[in-house]
C-alpha cells in the first residue's frame, strides 16, 4: 500500500520567486532562463507563445515584452521559506520536494480538519493569506500520484491513483525530476523518449510492463519510475532505519548571521555525513536541517529528494535552508540571533548499491578526493600541463568540440555548446579522433583522385582510400558530401573596406566532409600504414580542405 500524500504545488514558482524579487507585477509577462532556455514563465507570458525549454530569442520575438530573468536556485528556496513556514503551522511533517513543492502525511490532517477536502481548503486559504501567492493542493496514494493530482487541483480517492494515472501520457514522469539536478533531467528525457518511440504512450502502458522486463531492459533508474507509474510508492514502503549516531553536528563559534559564512561549515559537515553513510553502505533521501540559535531558538525542516542526496547537493540544501532562515522575507520566520549550533540528520536511508557516482565529479565524497589528491600530485610532478581533463563546447569541427584543461581549472568549453552550429556532425561521434588530422587519398574506381566542385559536389563516387600513403582499402558504403563555410563574409568585408588586409584574426574556411566505410582487408603485420585503423569494418570522417583529403575521425 502507498502511503495517502498531500502535496502543496506553487505553479511557476522558479518566476514567482523572480517577479517578488524585482518588484515585477501579476501581469507582466517574464521567464526565467537557464543556459539559455526557458525553465519556467508565467501564464501571461504563455499567452504570448512562449514555452518551456524555448530558446530566449525565439522567447522574445513571440513575446517582445518579455522579462528575462536568470535562474537562482537560492532565491527561489530562498523565497519558498514563508510558503514551508505557513503549511507546518497547519499540518506537520512538513518535506520540501523542491521549492514550490512540498508534501505532507494527509492522515493527520485529513482527521483533523474533518476530511481531505477540508484540509486542502484550509491549507489554500492559509498561504493566501500568510505569504499572498496562489498554490493547489492535491491528494492521493503516492507521492508522484499525488504531485500529478496537485497539477490538477485534484483529490484523488484511496486506492485509485492507478486508475487516475493509467491515462495520462507518459511524458508526466518528468514531474518528480530535481530542476537543478541535470543528471535526473536527461535520464528521464531518455526514457520518455525511448518509451514514446517503442510505441508506450501512457503511464498505465508503462506500468502494464513486467517489473523483471523493465529492469532488464532499462535499469534500475527505470523501475523505479515503473512503480510510480502504477501508483506503488518510489521506494518500498519498508525502508531501513538510520541508526541514532549518523547525526552529525558543527558547533559555530562565533555564531553566524550570514549564508557565506555558513557555506564552509554546511560543507564540512555534508562532507562528514556522507563519509559515514559511505562506511555503512547508505545513502540518504530524507534530510532532516536543524539549527540553533544563540537565545535558544530551534529551527528544523526535512528536505526530501527523488534520488539519494551526493555531498554538494547536500551542502546545496543546507546553504538554502539557511538562506531562507536567515534572509527571508517573513520577518517572525527569522531568527534573533546567529546560529551557534548546525546539525544535520539523515530522516531516511536507502542501499547505496544503486548510486554511481562520477570520478571527476567534485561531489563523490572521499573517492573523489583521494583521486583528485592523486591528480595534484601528478600535476606536482609533471607540471599543471601533466593532467588534462576534456570539456565538450560547441563548433562544427570535431577539433573545435573538445577542450583540454588542467586538472582544477575552471571546465568552461572554447566554444558555447548551447548556440545551433549548423553543419555540425551529429551523433554519434566518433571514438577516434588524432590530434592531427591523417593525410590520405580518396579513389574512384579509374584510379583517379575524387575532387571537389565549385558547387561542393564529389566528381565521382568514392572507391577506395589510402591512408597516409600506405595500403589503401576498398569503400563499400559511402554518405555526402556535405560541404561547410565558415567566416566566408572575412574577404567581402575586405574588400568593402578597400583593402586586403584581413579584418580578423580568423581566417576564412571551407571544408567538404564525407563518411565513407572501409571494407575489411584481412590479416595485416604490426608495421602496416593503416595498422591504427585495427581489423574489420571501420567508418572514416574524411574532409576535403585546402585541396586536400584529411582522416578527422574513426568510428569503431
Not at 35 to 63: F, I, L, P, W, Y
Request: aromatic share 4%.
Amino acid at each position: 500500500m502507498s502511503a495517502r500524500r498531500l502535496v502543496v504545488w506553487c505553479p511557476d514558482w522558479p518566476v514567482v520567486a523572480a517577479a517578488r524579487a524585482a518588484d515585477l507585477g501579476p501581469l507582466v509577462p517574464a521567464a526565467v532562463f537557464a543556459a539559455n532556455r526557458v525553465v519556467a514563465c508565467s501564464q501571461t507570458a504563455r499567452d504570448g507563445g512562449v514555452r518551456r525549454g524555448m530558446r530566449r530569442r525565439e522567447a522574445q520575438s513571440r513575446c517582445p515584452d518579455l522579462v528575462v530573468c536568470e535562474h537562482d536556485p537560492d532565491r527561489d528556496a530562498r523565497s519558498f521559506e514563508p510558503v514551508v513556514a505557513a503549511v507546518e503551522g497547519v499540518v506537520p511533517g512538513v518535506e520540501i520536494v523542491r521549492p514550490g513543492l512540498v508534501a505532507v502525511p494527509a492522515r493527520g490532517p485529513a482527521r483533523y480538519f474533518g476530511s481531505e477536502e477540508g484540509a486542502a481548503e484550509r491549507l489554500i486559504d492559509t498561504i493566501d493569506a500568510q505569504v499572498g501567492v496562489e498554490c493547489q493542493v492535491g491528494i492521493a496514494d503516492g507521492l508522484f500520484a499525488a504531485v500529478l493530482a496537485a497539477r490538477r487541483g485534484q483529490v484523488v480517492a484511496p486506492g485509485a491513483s492507478p486508475e487516475f494515472l493509467a491515462p495520462l501520457p507518459v511524458e508526466e514522469l518528468d514531474q518528480l525530476a530535481d530542476p537543478l539536478s541535470g543528471r535526473q533531467a536527461a535520464e528521464r528525457e531518455d526514457l520518455v523518449d525511448l518509451l514514446r518511440r517503442l510505441g508506450v504512450r501512457t503511464l498505465g502502458e508503462f506500468a502494464a510492463l513486467s517489473p523483471s522486463d523493465v529492469a532488464t531492459r532499462f535499469g534500475r533508474f527505470a523501475l523505479v519510475m515503473h512503480r510510480a507509474a502504477g501508483g506503488r510508492e518510489e521506494r518500498p514502503v519498508l525502508r531501513r532505519q538510520p541508526p541514532p549516531d549518523l547525526v552529525v553536528s558543527e558547533q559555530l563559534d562565533p555564531p553566524v548571521d550570514r549564508v557565506d559564512r555558513a557555506a564552509f561549515a554546511a560543507k564540512v559537515l555534508a562532507d562528514r555525513l556522507h563519509a559515514r553513510l559511505g562506511d555503512l553502505g547508505l545513502a540518504c533521501t530524507r534530510l532532516g536541517i536543524s539549527a540553533s540559535t544563540e537565545n535558544g531558538e530551534e529551527l528544523h525542516r526535512v528536505w526530501r529528494c527523488a534520488e539519494p542526496l551526493t555531498p554538494s547537493a547536500t551542502a546545496d540544501r543546507v546553504r538554502w535552508q539557511l538562506d531562507g532562515w536567515l534572509n527571508g522575507r517573513s520577518g517572525a520566520q527569522r531568527p534573533t540571533a546567529g546560529v551557534s549550533v548546525l546539525s544535520l540528520r539523515p530522516e531516511e536511508v536507502v542501499g547505496a548499491g544503486g548510486l554511481q557516482l562520477d570520478l571527476l565529479s567534485s561531489a563523490t565524497g572521499e573517492a573523489d578526493a583521494r583521486a583528485g589528491r592523486a591528480f595534484a600530485r601528478v600535476q606536482g610532478m609533471l607540471g599543471p600541463e601533466g593532467v588534462l581533463t576534456g570539456v565538450l563546447g560547441g563548433g562544427r569541427d570535431l577539433r573545435d568540440r573538445v577542450r583540454l584543461v588542467p586538472w582544477g581549472d575552471e571546465r568552461r568549453p572554447a566554444l558555447e555548446p548551447d548556440r545551433p552550429w549548423p553543419g555540425r556532425i551529429p551523433s554519434p561521434s566518433p571514438s577516434v579522433v588524432p590530434d592531427s588530422s591523417w593525410p590520405a587519398e580518396v579513389l574512384d574506381a579509374d584510379g583517379r583522385v575524387v575532387g571537389i566542385t565549385d558547387r561542393g559536389r564529389l566528381t565521382a563516387a568514392p572507391h577506395r582510400v589510402e591512408v597516409a600513403g600506405g595500403r589503401s582499402r576498398a569503400v563499400s558504403r559511402w554518405a555526402g558530401p556535405w560541404p561547410v563555410s565558415e567566416r566566408w563574409w572575412v574577404e567581402l568585408l575586405a574588400e568593402g573596406a578597400g583593402t586586403t588586409a584581413p579584418v580578423t584574426q580568423v581566417p576564412p574556411r571551407a571544408s567538404v566532409r564525407v563518411q565513407v566505410v572501409l571494407e575489411d582487408p584481412g590479416p595485416a603485420g604490426p608495421g602496416a600504414p593503416d595498422a591504427d585503423l585495427g581489423p574489420g569494418e571501420v567508418a572514416l570522417l574524411l574532409v576535403h580542405e585546402q585541396g586536400r583529403w584529411w582522416v578527422q575521425g574513426a568510428y569503431r
